[in-house]
């Protein structure tokens, strides 16, 4: 299994990115597929994720309304489109996965329980 997320960059306040995730050896479709950030020295926090049985998608109220989820099956990719960007959201981004066993309402549960499959991280750097 592989995760592969890529996209990062320096931009300037307000600005916008989107992060690519391309994922082989599991299907976006059986997977809660989540995005992570961290700064260094930090605790790695959620920022959002996506529900493999149905698309529903999950954001963390830091970016609710800046950032959107998405996913592209056919691709096996997950997108993650982050728009208004702030000198507070410069993090190392990481993609993740869990096998998704909740479904429901409370699907996104899986987002906060812990991953099971980690890429490498794609550095955002926001900066005037």
């Known amino acids: 299994v592989q995760l592969q997320a890529s996209g990062g960059g320096l931009v300037q306040p307000g600005q916008s990115l989107t992060l690519s995730c391309v994922v082989s050896?599991?299907?976006?479709?059986?997977?809660?597929i989540g995005w992570f950030r961290q700064l260094p020295g930090m605790r790695r926090g959620g920022v959002s994720c996506?529900?493999?049985?149905?698309?529903?998608?999950y954001s963390t109220d830091s970016v609710e309304g800046r950032f959107a989820v998405s996913r592209d099956k056919s691709e096996n990719t997950v997108l993650l489109r982050m728009i208004d960007l702030q000198e507070d959201d410069s993090a190392d981004y990481y993609c993740a996965a869990i096998r998704q066993r909740i479904f429901g309402d409370f699907w996104y549960s899986q987002c906060r329980s812990g991953m099971y499959y980690w890429g490498k991280g794609t550095q955002v750097t926001v900066s005037s």
């Open positions: 050896g599991l299907k976006v479709d059986e997977y809660v």
């Open positions: 996506i529900s493999g049985a149905d698309g529903k998608t």
